[in-house]
């Protein structure tokens, strides 16, 4: 009896190896609760050692699903397992594929395209860090399509400085404040009781205010192409600054980041963001990503006053009707919707195309997004409720 | 002790369950049939209306033990949650200690931050010693709140105390039995996770939805209730933006029943379709062809199971 328990322990010892290889963050403390569940529920049915184990490893939804392939093919034969780990884990550390997918080769080149190219030039790069007056000025004006790999170097490295300013929504929550509204009884009851309750010295509560979840939505597709990497490192030092960021990338299908970005360096984040998408520099699909976004996402990350970020050109192959409805979906379950646009450079650029003109009436803001200056003046607007300048209205107007 | 002690295995789980009318499929019983015995927290997931909140009724029903419900809500903090002094008798208190001329500071502090002026809400309600045994607990909707709220109650369930400055800690000598629920309209930070047993609680299939069915509205007729299940059950696989939980296949039902329908029709399902479906754009994507068509493949369906 002791033995075969013995080696119940060891099986599921191993088995949580197998999870945490498969991608189910498993510490030695459930280990322990998995023993302990075991023995209190006993060993009966294959159905309910599965449920008592799924009971103490799975902690998210999506898990299920990694479980229960774990936990059938584990449970048939041992010798399956290493199979299982490389099959479902392509990014399993030290665990690399035999032949990269074309889609990763992509994501490869698309990535780190300028990389290699850096390296070579790391001491032009120090002295770009130190650039004159001048110099910064023409960084700071200079598209981002058209920067040498130095440049965009430099404007990483501007990217990282960004210092953002906290937006702040106020919440239902009191904290002390001396010009707050309501008398805070608790405190000034204490205070007056070491005056003996002889004098009475009021203190006050107002309401706390909080930085709102952003949630960005960045368009990955070819025509983006140019832009996807500096977005992408903009949206990491966004992240890093604040605790509640979301970010999807998009291009056919959609795919959350938000993890992979969590990373603290950058290049280690756009890795892991890179290891992620399949879709790189493809086609562009908005109404189907917006549509899988309103339904999967939409309800679990714009709660508590969300701002959305959608950043894309709008040039949609799919069909305009279900973008204008998805599109519009998005803006009633987001507090603000701001539509960064990179061709919106252009001066003489005009509502035209099918995707734009379907869009337009459904953003709450739609700003360009092109080089460090636009940068800089967005997250100079995150903080400003009002959208002076550029309310989608305006070129509305100036289509009809 | 008045209230029954905890089931000793899974298979009693699902009897206690199913005598208070609630049907749970074997997953769920082990689930909670382990938190019962590990005195752990359970943390249930899933859509609105799936039966979350009910099973802490149920438990609470048939263990016999208190119900102790916090509905959690966005700027939730301690004062409504754990505790609040009564300022007005310690007010009071104070003046009249003023009257009668007692100068000791000490003593008056004492006396007013006291048991006495302690007005005590759900989570130290929670842990307090009942006659009929640790109550239930049932922390609902946890994700309406805050991080910070969710950073308090971790100490809350890891050892199932609170801090008062003024009184010091009390410590509940047994555990609660604790259900936590989400309607997952945020994420849950995995620290909080880590202390409970996890559970997605899904739209049941169609055998047990109609067990569920008759369980809960016993004058049903038949013919109907295996109509509302696959019709249901159809509308699930539809492309929607909020598919209709268990709730409202009751609630459906129910309003059929009050109509007096005996056999669904499409003219009858499109006019109470407001019952079953809580969005605009999902109504109107239901428009009469799609539930005619609908209809039609679940009575045939139907037809070809007799």
Known sequence: MTESQGRLAENILYFARA???????????????????????GVGTREDFYWTLHAVFVKRHEHSVLFDQAFRIFFRKRAYIEKLIASMMPQAPGQQPQAPKPGAQRVQEALFAGLKELEQKKSEVEIDARLTVSDREVLQKKDFAQMSAAEIAA???AIARLRLPLDEIRTRRLAPNRRGHLIDIRRTLRASMKAGGAVIDLKYLGPKSKAPPIVALLDISGSMSQYTRLFLHFLHAVTDARKRVHTFLFGTRLTNVTRALREKDPDEALAACSAHVADWSGGTRIATSLHVFNRQWARRVLGQGAVVLLITDG????????????????????????????????????????????MLPHVDELRPIHN????????????????????????????A | MTGKPVPTSIDSTLDLLAKAGYIADRSLATVLFLALRMGRPLFLEGEAGVGKTEIAKVLSATLGRRLIRLQCYEGLDVAAAVYEWNYAAQMISIRLGEAEGTSDRERLEHDVFSERYLIKRPLLQALEPHPEGPPVLLIDEIDRTDEAFEAFLLEVLADFQVTIPELGTVKAAHAPIVVVTSNRTREVHDALKRRCLYHWVGYPNAERELVILRAKLPGIAKKLSEQVVAFVQGLRKEDLFKSPGVAET?????????LDVVALDPATVSDTLGVLLKYQDDIARMDGTKV?????????ELRAAE
């Open chain 1, 19 to 41: 999870l945490r290889a498969a991608g189910i963050p498993v510490g030695p403390g459930s280990v322990l609760d998995a023993l302990a569940a075991v023995q209190t529920a």
């Open chain 1, 155 to 157: 404007a990483k490295q």
């Open chain 1, 315 to 358: 040039l949609e192959r799919d069909g305009e009707d279900t973008l204008a409805f998805e599109i519009d979906r998005l803006h009633r379950s987001a507090r603000r919707l701001i539509w960064l646009n990179p061709l919106l450079r252009f001066e003489g650029f005009e509502a035209k195309a099918k995707g734009v003109k379907a």
């Open chain 1, 372 to 399: 460090l200056e636009s940068m800089i003046e967005l997250v100079r607007a995150l903080s400003a409720m009002s959208a002076k300048g550029y309310d989608p209205k305006t070129m509305m107007r100036k289509v």
């Open chain 2, 250 to 258: 009751l609630d459906w039902a129910g309003a059929l029943t009050e």
């Open chain 2, 292 to 300: 005619k068509k609908l209809l039609d493949e679940v009575k045939s």
